[in-house]
């Protein structure tokens, strides 16, 4: 019935090659949200010579939308960058720094108490590629310098460190790289942009990290939904390196994701405070409790690293400071291994689960002996447990805690 074909395909390409187009200007509290792989050209002219590295047009998906601009520029003013690349993961992130800057021959450092992937990321793709890492103290500056070399060609840096919280001299190891011409990259995962000014240090604009890498799967997410990273520069040399690796590596993310951040960021400010002063109310607290040889929480005093926290994150001129809403405790060496697992297991409100920044509380136990390079003389002996506060009401997470702490570690 070749009329009916004829019809059927007119009618299909009627639908994909519709010609309604909406009125222009839509205005509405969240951003459009474009999704595309494929991006249409008006001619071949515009097809050639269309600039995909920048934000002046579009050439395909992977390269950008309005969507993902709009994101990467409200990151940038975040964290006080100038420019941005958006990838599917906070380890992405570290990945896409790392390939980009580095080669066969180099060498990079990395803190000993650094996100554990990142140094499996070390340990793994970059020794096979011919990369090698050292670990440096991150409490001693002149551990670092000590350990820099003419074949290191990148830093990383990380205030606080992962699960163990030690604040490090961020301004003096920015320094020590900066006098040796040494890119120096910091996970920003905890400081998120708002605990301090990572491209600006000092307040002046005279101190300034050249790289930032968040994990956006915490804060600027919130939701415990979501996985992204954010690479942040101020230089534009230094971003066309990473934008080029991230192009070639095809380090794209997901419109839904990116709109899921966009609608998430307006509140990170708010939620920020929230989760902060929840999880110093509950720190400071758990410091009383008979089971806990130590609480690490980098604004409380006496926490390693205590006294460069108050002057990098507001706390110096006498404000409460920020931070943000995750702390470890060293349940006290007297208790087992078991009892330690028994209180996690105990725990209702906190579940057991990695990551953190979402709005429900979450628990770890780690075993911080195969987790760091060099003894910590500034850790008490124990077992380590990881919180990460939600935002549920402290006097119940408060109960929780002391519930299980009841049921794992009473000495009857
Ligand atoms: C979670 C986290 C990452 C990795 O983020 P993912 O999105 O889970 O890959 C990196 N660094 C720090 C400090 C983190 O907490």
Redo the contacts with the bound molecule.
């Keep these: 019935m070749p009329g009916m074909k004829d019809h059927d395909t007119d009618l299909a390409t009627r639908i994909v090659h519709h010609d309604y187009l909406p009125p222009v200007g839509f205005v509405a509290p969240q951003p459009g949200v474009y999704k595309a792989s494929t991006v249409i050209f008006p001619n071949v002219a515009a097809m050639r010579t269309r600039e995909w590295k920048d934000k002046s047009g579009y050439t395909y998906g992977l390269h950008g939308t309005p969507t993902t601009f709009i994101l990467e520029e409200r990151l940038c003013t975040l964290e006080g960058g100038l420019q941005c690349v958006l990838v599917p ?4 992130a ?1 990945a896409n720094v790392a390939l980009a800057l580095l080669k066969p021959g180099d060498e990079v450092l990395i803190p000993d108490n650094a ?1 554990g ?2 140094k499996d990321l070390a340990n793994g793709e970059l020794a096979r590629f011919g990369i090698t890492h050292v670990l440096y103290d991150p409490l001693d500056p002149t551990d670092l310098a000590a350990r820099i070399t003419p074949a290191t060609k990148l830093v990383w840096l ?1 205030a606080p460190g ?1 699960v163990t919280m030690e604040f490090p001299d961020l301004c003096e190891q920015v320094r020590i790289c900066r006098a040796r011409g040494i890119t120096t990259a910091l ?1 920003n ?2 400081g998120a942009g708002l605990a301090f000014a990572p491209f600006d240090l000092t307040g002046d604009g005279s101190l300034g990290v050249d790289i930032s890498a968040h ?4 804060y600027p997410s919130g939701g415990g939904d979501v ?3 954010s690479v942040i520069t101020r230089d534009l040399a230094l971003h066309m390196k990473i934008k080029l690796t991230h192009m070639r590596l095809g380090l794209g993310v997901g419109v839904n994701d990116a709109e899921a951040v966009l609608r998430s960021l307006p509140s990170i400010g708010l939620r920020y405070r929230a989760h902060d002063e929840a999880a110093r109310t509950l720190a400071q607290w758990m410091q009383q409790q008979p089971a806990i040889a130590q609480v690490l929480h980098p604004a409380l005093a006496g926490s390693p690293g205590h006294d460069h926290w108050k002057a990098l994150c507001g706390a110096a001129q006498g404000g409460p400071g920020a931070a943000a809403g995750l702390f470890s405790v060293m349940i006290d060496a007297r208790f087992t291994q078991d009892q330690v697992d028994l209180f996690c297991d105990s725990l209702r409100l906190f579940k057991l689960g990695y ?2 920044g979402g709005p429900m509380s979450l628990v770890v136990p780690y075993q911080l002996a195969s987790m760091r390079a060099r003894s910590s003389a500034h850790l008490q002996p124990g077992t380590l447990v990881r919180f990460s506060i939600g935002l549920e009401s402290v006097e119940d997470l408060q109960q929780d805690l002391q519930q299980a702490m009841e049921r794992a570690f009473s000495l009857a």
């Design positions: 993961s906070g380890l992405a570290i996100y992937p990142s990380e992962s996970d995962t905890w994990a956006l799967t915490k996985l992204m990273g990551s953190w």
